[in-house]
């Protein structure tokens, strides 16, 4: 069993953000004791309509609880971010009770207006396995090769591990993250993936890939933040001693996993 270096606390609530696969339901099961933790997956399809048709079920549960239970796990919750409000009066009712909230995204839940539970939840990221975390199992050929992934990278057959990273590559970012955002020029979006993994690493150049992809500048920006606000990548900005020089910079990109990037570069 892999041991991972996030440290999340057991007695406070918080929200745990990172892309599909990277680990966090598995971290969360590690770290909370079943017989203590009542675990609400949104990705069942029970529970999910349940839920979406009444949230206010969610509190009528939590009230009828065993003493017992002393964690509350809600898994995807930008799902049914209408959950939000709920969480928030428990917070403030039920002090013994703590909260977790762990999603792939948290643009869906801003982009909705969702209750972010400003000062009463704290915000962790959760990404691939690091190097510390694969210790002796850690070969820099194979990271550079298939990335880190947690299913990719413990595979032991390679050929399932690049149909995986195939898989996802076209089911969770070229689809999930067209309909996450709601783009309406799709054939441009995948246009935009290919360019964005080929230039991974290198200064932005919006205007470059806008006139490549045949959108505007600003919709190639909306792209690169979408990235961002889904947790595939980050912008890293040059150094400069001035801020307002810093940000007056092109970042340069890079994407969360070396598998991934190769898999939408096609390499």
Request: hydrophobic share 40%; proline share 2%.
């Amino acid at each position: 069993m892999l041991h991972r270096t996030l440290k999340l606390p057991k007695s406070r609530s918080f929200f745990l953000f990172g892309a599909r696969q990277v680990g966090k339901s598995t971290l969360l099961k590690q770290l909370f004791a079943k017989k203590n933790s009542l675990y609400l997956n949104l990705l069942d399809s029970e529970i999910y309509l349940r839920l979406l048709a009444k949230p206010h079920l969610l509190l009528e549960e939590i009230n009828a609880l065993d003493k017992s239970i002393s964690s509350v796990i809600i898994d995807e919750i930008q799902r049914v971010p209408e959950l939000l409000n709920i969480v928030h009066k428990l917070i403030e009712e039920r002090k013994e009770l703590s909260f977790i909230m762990s999603g792939s995204s948290a643009r869906k839940l801003k982009r909705q207006g969702a209750n972010m539970l400003a000062g009463r939840a704290l915000t962790y990221n959760l990404f691939p396995l690091t190097h510390l975390e694969l210790a002796q199992e850690f070969k820099l050929s194979k990271v550079l090769d298939l990335g880190s992934l947690p299913a990719v990278y413990l595979d032991k057959e390679d050929v399932f591990a690049r149909e995986t990273l195939k898989s996802y590559a076209r089911t969770y970012i070229e689809e999930e993250i067209k309909a996450e955002a709601q783009i309406r020029q799709l054939g441009a979006f995948v246009r935009f993936l290919d360019l964005a993994a080929s230039e991974n690493g290198s200064i932005i150049n919006y205007s470059n890939i806008a006139s490549d992809i045949y959108v505007d500048y600003k919709t190639v920006q909306e792209y690169y933040q979408v990235l961002e606000d889904t947790l595939i990548g980050f912008s890293l900005y040059g150094y400069a001693k001035s801020s307002r020089k810093q940000l007056s910079k092109h970042p340069k990109f890079y994407f969360f996993d070396t598998g991934e990037r190769r898999a939408l570069a096609k390499k």
